[in-house]
């Protein structure tokens, strides 16, 4: 996930994020350098404590990092509507009950709060959404649980949210692995 492609794409979108922000699927990082001075904290979600140990190396001073490790979907031992943008980067595709993690977002958001996401997903060409899902069964036990054609738009205005802006495009490689969804999303 730090392609050429990848990363001008986190360069483009995770800038926008203000204030207190909790980043789903933190992983090792990789967003942390693309953090503005607009950020007061970051507090990163991710089960995996070996990747967090990568997002420390990684993280910079300018911007305050602490990490919960759990899952996205259990409740997060944060106050509600108490975040200013939550940042979800190819996340959602992974985690075993999406709509829970998205009602815990839901939660923890600030009324006036902003959910930034990139995420791959569902096509909206059927001949590479056969693909996706004839795909998914094997990809899963080989990805990490990731599934291929998971609608995230859908998911996401399913937990509450009302999607103010999305631009859906393929990045470079096999069309089943590289439907983009890009937006920003707020409480609906």
Not at 19 to 29: F, R
Not at 89 to 100: A, E, M, R, Y
Not at 146 to 155: P, S, T, V, Y
Request: hydrophobic share 40%; charged share 20%; aromatic share 6%.
């Amino acid at each position: 996930m730090k392609n050429r492609e990848i990363t001008r794409l986190r360069a483009a979108w995770i800038p926008r994020a203000k204030g207190n922000v909790l980043e789903i699927g933190i992983g090792s990082g990789l967003n942390l350098p693309f953090y503005s001075e607009r950020v007061t904290h970051v507090l990163g979600v991710d089960p995996s404590i070996e990747l967090q140990l990568m997002a420390k190396r990684r993280a910079t001073r300018q911007v305050d990092v602490e990490f919960l490790s759990q899952s996205a979907e259990q409740q997060l031992p944060i106050p509600d509507e108490s975040i200013d943008t939550v940042v979800m980067t190819w996340t959602l595709c992974s985690i075993p009950n999406p709509g829970d993690a998205l009602r815990e977002v839901r939660r923890v958001l600030k009324t006036q709060g902003q959910l930034l996401f990139i995420e791959h997903g569902r096509s909206r060409h059927s001949g590479v959404v056969a693909w996706q899902d004839r795909l998914t069964p094997a990809w899963r036990l080989i990805a990490g649980g990731c599934h291929l054609n998971r609608k995230i738009d859908g998911l996401i205005a399913a937990a509450g949210f009302q999607i103010k802006e999305m631009n859906t495009f393929y990045t470079v490689g096999p069309r089943p692995m590289t439907y983009t969804y890009q937006g920003l999303a707020n409480l609906a």
